[in-house]
């Protein structure tokens, strides 16, 4: 079994003149959202084995806050091919993954994130927000494999999920 968790980086500032689309970086609010996501993860015991990320600052950031809200001390690396990958760029670095790995994380942007999902799934997601999390289970041994089945949807969340009720166990750990 192989698990991946597509995760679009958290909310980042808007277009600022100066700034290049690469350069934006979080919001307080997107930093707040990796911070309640990042608990429901880390209540749900999910941990990836390896992080793959876009090297957009926005993106980034995401990667390295979620990993230390997890506890996560394994690699992470940041590819330029994920800032705005094609579906088969990401495919394709996705089946070079070492077969040892069970768990990755891919954190990007959409509209990729969203292209891949619905590709690598049968269910369809018509859009992930900001610091969405959709994790997929694959019945596969390699990686290589993953382009012939369709992963199994576990589940799909987002920050304006827990906008109107957050459980206790998420609440308590978030900081004040």
Not at 79 to 96: C, R, T
Not at 112 to 134: R, W
């Amino acid at each position: 079994m192989k698990k991946i968790y597509l995760i679009r980086h958290a909310k980042a500032e808007g277009f600022l003149e100066g700034v290049s689309d690469f350069e934006r970086v979080l919001k307080k609010r997107g930093v707040k959202d990796i911070e309640m996501i990042g608990s429901y993860m880390a209540l749900q015991g999910i941990s990836p084995d390896v992080i793959l990320c876009s090297c957009a600052m926005r993106a980034e950031q995401t990667a390295l806050q979620l990993a230390k809200k997890l506890g996560f001390e394994g690699k992470t690396y940041f590819l330029q091919e994920l800032y705005y990958a094609s579906n088969e760029d990401a495919l394709g670095i996705i089946m070079a993954q070492d077969k040892s790995l069970d768990s990755i994380f891919i954190i990007g942007h959409n509209p990729q994130l969203n292209e891949l999902v619905n590709t690598l799934s049968s269910e369809y997601i018509n859009k992930i927000p900001a610091m969405g999390v959709a994790a997929l289970t694959f019945n596969i041994n390699t990686w290589s494999e993953i382009e012939t089945v369709k992963g199994e949807l576990d589940f799909f969340i987002y920050p304006k999920q827990f906008e109107y009720y957050m459980p206790k166990q998420i609440r308590t750990t978030l900081p004040r």
